[in-house]
């Protein structure tokens, strides 16, 4: 199982973040935007994620009804707390990344 990325991505947006504002390295202003656009596309990566799983819960939902109610019932739970940890990763993502998007355009207007 590969690792997932997202403790990767917001350790690099925490040490962008961290480090001295340097306006006049264009590499630093590069770096900003490439790991902004990395955040952004790893959101949307995790939305479409949710929305898959909301709709595998409505799926689910409508057929309790048939059959094997006990495993239906344990997938529900189970897509139920996945949702919930995406929303978290989506809304902690999306408010670093609000973070990293204030100082690069702090980054721009300086050089």
Not at 12 to 39: F, H, N, V, Y
């Amino acid at each position: 199982m590969a690792p997932e990325p997202i403790p990767a991505l917001l350790e690099q947006i925490d040490e962008l973040l961290a480090a001295p504002s340097r306006p006049k390295e264009p590499a630093t202003l590069a770096r900003l935007e490439r790991t902004l656009t990395d955040g952004y596309a790893h959101a949307l990566s995790l939305e479409a994620e949710r929305l898959r799983l909301e709709r595998r819960m409505s799926e689910l939902a409508g057929e309790l009804h048939e059959g094997n109610r006990e495993q239906k019932a344990q997938e529900l739970v189970q897509v139920s707390r996945r949702i919930s940890r995406a929303h978290a990763e989506i809304e902690r993502l999306r408010g670093t990344l609000t973070q990293l998007r204030a100082r690069a355009t702090a980054v721009r207007r300086k050089s």
